[in-house]
Nanobody
Framework: QVQLVESGGGLVQAGTSLRLSCAAS????????MGWFRQAPGKEREFVAA????????NYAGSVRDRFVISRDNAKNTVFLQMNSLKPEDTAVYYC?????????WGQGTQVTVSS
């Protein structure tokens, strides 16, 4: 079972950037499809971005497609989410997910707050 630890969240102003990291341990990182999800207060958890095992395939939610970039470093067992042009509606707890076949593992989340 892979363990995931997110970091990099914080309080920022609208229009600025933030980079989230998710460090994995306890599994073969390169076998996992990695993803970022977020959950705002009072809302359901939603998909943000995903990246395949090689890093060659990515997918984004429409609301972030032109602003966020997901990447991974398999040598460092880490996945990143570069968030640019942040908006107040991006405020949420951001979670990292590792997926292999039908099995999912989640991190504890990191808070991102964007002030207007």
């Amino acid at each position: 079972q892979v363990q995931l630890v997110e970091s990099g969240g914080g309080l920022v102003q609208a229009g600025t950037s933030l980079r989230l990291s998710c460090a994995a341990s306890g599994g073969t990182f390169s076998r996992y499809t990695m993803g970022w999800f977020r959950q705002a207060p009072g809302k359901e958890r939603e998909f943000v971005a995903a990246i395949d095992w090689s890093g060659g395939g990515t997918n984004y939610a429409g609301s972030v497609r032109d602003r966020f970039v997901i990447s991974r470093d398999n040598a460092k067992n880490t996945v990143f989410l570069q968030m640019n042009s942040l908006k107040p509606e991006d405020t949420a707890v951001y979670y990292c997910r590792a997926r292999i076949l039908t099995r999912n593992s989640w991190g504890q989340g990191t808070q991102v707050t964007v002030s207007s």
